[in-house]
């Protein structure tokens, strides 16, 4: 590592990191007792964070004004990624059900995506809804492949890849294909690029362990090319800020990437990081899922999707 660091969590590679973290900052640890903490989404209207804990089977949520957590499901279909349409309703990724579901303000289920060409979807890990409402999803093998996130099965499918569903058809198709195993996805601020990671590293160490770079022409992918490779563990979950950086799990912390793959900095966590998301009353703190615990950090930048923050 050439980076240097700053009140112990805090490592710098690029001076332009501290305009994004307080070097007095800390990293507080608010929850520990997950087996593997994932999926964080934040609602603004109830101030509250909603997490999965995926071996657990269960979904956590956060009182942001009271600091209390409670167990909201359990047994929550080991439940993955998750964020928040539009309307801020919830749109989760089940792997017990191997299905994508939007949970409707009666806390019913619609299902808006469990088979592609009749065949089940592997188990979708990571979501991301776009500005015209399209719900992009990742659809790795993590939870068919042993009993610990899951339940084992064999992939109908056959490959691993990056769909969109229609918002208004629910039509599921494939937007991406040639990863290992697709895991976080995150819009630029703008919509016009979409990030996706590919952890394949996890299951065979000649694989890639990178986020790569589409460009978004309507609902098409261009491009794809290899933005960042991660050194430590693999890249798992990624968010981007107000200006368009990447924050992106990794083993070591969370790595803070400018868009054009410049590695600024990483807050270093004692745990393996799966999964992160912005939140707190502006939008400047940034909660980590790291294994066993949920901890936050207040930044100096805020979460691209702010602007939704003062409308909820
Ligand atoms: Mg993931």
Known sequence: MSGFLVADA????????????????????????????????????????????VPGNRVLRLDEETSQVTVAEHPADFPNGQ????????????????????????????????????????????????KDGGVWFTDPTYGIDGHEEGYPAISEIGENRLYRIDPATLACEVRADGFRQPNGLAFSPDGGILY????????????????RRFTVEGTRLHGGEVLAECDSGVFDGVRV????????????????????????????????????????????????????????????????????????
Not at 84 to 111: F, K, N, P, Y
Request: charge should be negative; glycine fraction near 10%.
């Open 10 to 53: 805090i490592e710098v590679h690029d001076e332009r990191f501290l305009d994004c973290v307080d070097a007095d900052a800390l990293l507080v640890t608010v929850f520990t007792g997950c087996r593997f903490a994932e999926g964080p989404v934040h609602l603004p209207a109830e101030r509250a964070l909603l997490w999965s804990d």
């Open 83 to 130: 964020t928040r349409d539009a309307a801020g309703r919830i749109v989760r990724c089940e792997h017990g059900t191997r299905r994508v579901v939007r949970i409707e303000r009666d806390g019913s289920r619609t299902v808006l995506a469990d088979r592609v060409d009749g065949k089940r979807l592997n188990s979708p890990n990571d979501v991301v809804v776009a």
């Open 196 to 211: 996706v990671v590919d952890s394949g590293y996890t299951h065979d160490q000649a694989s890639p362990r990178h986020v």
């Open 241 to 312: 800020d107000d200006d368009g950086r990447l924050w992106l799990a990794a083993g070591d912390g969370v790595r803070c990437h400018l868009p054009d793959g410049t590695h600024l900095g990483t807050i270093v966590v004692p745990e393996e990081v799966g999964n992160l998301e912005f939140g707190g009353p502006t939008g400047s703190t940034l909660y980590i899922c790291a294994t066993t615990t949920l901890r936050r950090m207040p930044l100096r930048v805020r979460g691209a999707v702010s602007s939704e923050w003062t409308a909820a």
